[in-house]
């Protein structure tokens, strides 16, 4: 499989390239850098690991899309005439939020809120806490449970006992790659050296 991908990309990168095709040809090159994923189990591990999260992250963004447009309606309600330049509308009330939950320099919008309201902090820490802290070890806890799932279907998979077939077939196969390297290396010792 791999070698027909190979040739594949190798046949690809001759092709006299212009343009946009030539960055595509030469960014398919480095794609050979996928064998490192078959080749090295642990790095197979991690990115099985990955794949199976994207489902349960999907499921979190969700949910942090659903909080974060009440909190954006709660918002616009409370401060739009008070401070227009980050709660005029819907969007500029998401953007105002994901400045806040991406913590950058989120306390200033807080600032300018509790000018109005001195408890608007509470809107502001509770955000920051659900949408910050609890989303980033919702998607660490994806991840571990994930990676825990596909150690322990590998541990399975290890402690599988073979059948007598494939045993029979991997003990054919070694006989045929013995029989390979017997017959070069007399090869190798009937012809002189130079």
């Keep these: 499989n791999w070698n027909v991908f190979d040739f594949t990309i190798i046949v690809l990168s001759l092709i006299p390239a212009v343009g946009t095709f030539a960055v595509v040809a030469r960014l398919a090159r480095l794609m050979r850098l996928l ?47 008070h401070d227009p330049e980050h709660w005029d509308n819907l969007g500029i ?12 320099d989120w306390t200033d919008i807080m600032y300018v809120a509790m000018e109005l309201n001195s408890f608007a902090w509470i809107y502001f820490v509770s955000y920051v806490v659900l949408g910050s802290f609890v989303t980033i070890n919702l998607f660490i806890a994806v991840v571990i449970n994930n990676l825990d799932e596909a150690k322990q279907e590998r541990l399975r998979q290890l402690e599988q006992v073979p059948t007598a077939d494939e045993l029979v077939e991997e003990l054919r196969a070694a006989r045929e790659s013995l ?16």
């Design 35 to 81: 064998r490192l994923v078959s080749a090295v189990p642990e790095l197979r591990l991690i990115v099985t690991t990955l794949v199976r999260s994207i489902p349960g992250m999907l499921h979190i963004v969700a949910v942090m899309s659903v909080l974060s447009y009440i909190y954006a309606i709660v918002g616009y309600e409370l401060f739009h005439e």
């Design 93 to 104: 009330s998401l953007l105002s939020l994901f400045r806040v939950v991406t913590l950058e």
């Design 179 to 194: 029989s390979r390297l017997e017959r070069r290396l007399s090869r190798a010792e009937d012809t002189p050296e130079r």
